[in-house]
C-alpha cells in the first residue's frame, strides 16, 4: 500500500515555473514507477510523465516535452514534477500514481494522490 500526497500547486502567470512535489508513505516507494498526470475541466485525465523506480528512465507527453521535468528522490520517497514557460492551457489537476511499469494510461497505475490545483492566467 502507498499512500501519495501533492503539493506544490498554485496560481500563477503566463511563463513563470512551478515544482510539483509529490510524498509517499511507506517503504517500497524505490520499487514503484511514478507518474503524473493532469485533468482540466470537463476533461479526461491524460498522462503527463512517468519515471522508472531507479530515476534513470523517463517519458514525457509530447505536449509538455521540453517545458516538463520529472525526478524522483527515493531517499526522501518523492517524486517531483518541474513546469517551466507555465500556459493557460497547462490548468489542471496534477495527479502523482504509483504503478509496477512507466506506462502511459491511467489503469496501469495503481494508486493516487489527491491531486494538487494549477491555475495559469495569461
Known amino acids: 500500500q502507498v499512500q501519495l500526497v501533492e503539493s506544490g500547486g498554485g496560481l500563477v502567470q503566463a511563463g513563470d ?14 520499487r514503484y514507477a511514478m507518474g ?9 485525465r491524460e498522462f503527463v510523465a512517468t519515471i522508472n523506480a531507479s530515476g534513470r528512465y523517463t ?7 521540453g517545458r516538463f521535468t520529472i525526478s524522483r528522490d527515493n531517499a526522501r520517497n518523492t517524486v517531483y514534477l518541474q513546469i517551466d514557460s507555465l500556459k493557460p492551457e497547462d490548468t489542471a ?24 490545483q494549477v491555475a495559469v492566467s495569461s
Open 59 to 65: 517519458n514525457y507527453a509530447d505536449s509538455v516535452k
Open 36 to 44: 503524473w498526470f493532469r485533468q482540466a475541466p470537463g476533461k479526461e
Open 93 to 116: 489537476v496534477y495527479y502523482c500514481a504509483a504503478g509496477n511499469t512507466v506506462l502511459t494510461t491511467t489503469r496501469d497505475y495503481d494508486y493516487w494522490g489527491q491531486g494538487t
Open 17 to 30: 515555473s512551478l515544482r510539483l512535489s509529490c510524498a509517499a508513505s511507506g517503504r517500497t516507494f524505490s
